[in-house]
């Protein structure tokens, strides 16, 4: 079952209160704690539980710092809504994981949703971190706290394991983004580019993880998880505009 009233409920909401924010500068302030209050609030009436809070405010934040990076009007409601399609199969995936936490539907829910909320994540910091000319230290940091929290929340939640078992390889995900992303700081590429290559290899990292977990990593595995990185990656670099050297 993929409809669930309080949650289309919530995602009209969702579009309603971001697109007011994003539209009308003039009450930046107001639109913003509506926007914010609306979608925790609603995430908390419709999914019934506070599990995946520390992703919804991820995604949030990740939202809204794309959308005032966005100047066309057209592509700025198509990503609203895109946004709350996303937020939408975060309520309904939660909601689904209470009543059933063996639930592959809402396993896989989740899952991408991640994953979504990742991809935005990279793209807004490193976004955030060019226009603002942040220090390169202040976003290694940035990455690695965030990546850790929201990995250990998820594997916490889907997997049942051990938490002290899950901090650690929380931890060492944060870790490696954290190398990853220093490297692809010297990088000339623009904020999505340099998004998706950090989300790239944060799922390949992730992937094998989660396959340890479920007792079935392998050589193989690994092989082919890291030639898919290298394969899309090397895609997305050749075929992307380099930005110049100032």
């Known amino acids: 079952m993929f409809l669930y009233l309080p949650a289309i409920f919530q995602g009209i909401l969702f579009v309603l209160s971001l697109g007011l924010l994003s539209f009308y500068g003039d009450f930046f302030w107001f639109f913003f704690g509506v926007f914010f209050i609306v979608s925790i609030v609603g995430f908390r009436f419709a999914a019934k539980r506070w599990s995946f809070w520390y992703l919804l405010i ?11 990076f966005i100047d066309i009007d057209k592509y700025r409601q198509i990503f609203i809504f895109a946004s ?10 939660v909601y689904r994981v ?11 829910i989740m899952s991408m949703v ?4 990742i991809f935005l994540f990279f793209s807004a910091s490193y976004g955030a971190y060019l226009n603002f000319e942040a220090p390169v230290w202040f976003l290694m940091i940035f990455y690695f706290v965030n990546i850790w929290l929201v990995s250990y929340q998820y594997f916490v939640s889907i997997e049942g394991r051990d938490k002290v078992v899950v901090l650690i390889y929380s931890f060492m995900l944060g870790f490696a983004i954290l190398e990853m992303g220093w490297i692809i700081n010297f990088w000339p590429f623009s904020y999505l580019t340099t998004g998706f290559i950090l989300f790239m290899f944060y799922y390949v990292l992730w992937d094998l993880v989660q396959s340890y977990f479920f007792n079935n990593l392998s050589r193989k595995k690994v092989f082919f998880n890291l030639l898919f990185f290298v394969i899309i990656s090397s895609v997305i670099l050749f075929s992307s505009t380099w930005l110049p050297v100032i």
């Open 114 to 117: 991640l994953m979504a909320t």
């Open 58 to 68: 991820l995604f949030l934040f990740s939202v809204w710092v794309i959308v005032n």
């Open 84 to 93: 709350s399609v996303i937020y939408y199969f975060l309520i309904l995936g």
């Open 98 to 108: 209470k009543r059933n936490p063996k639930d592959q539907t809402a396993r896989g």
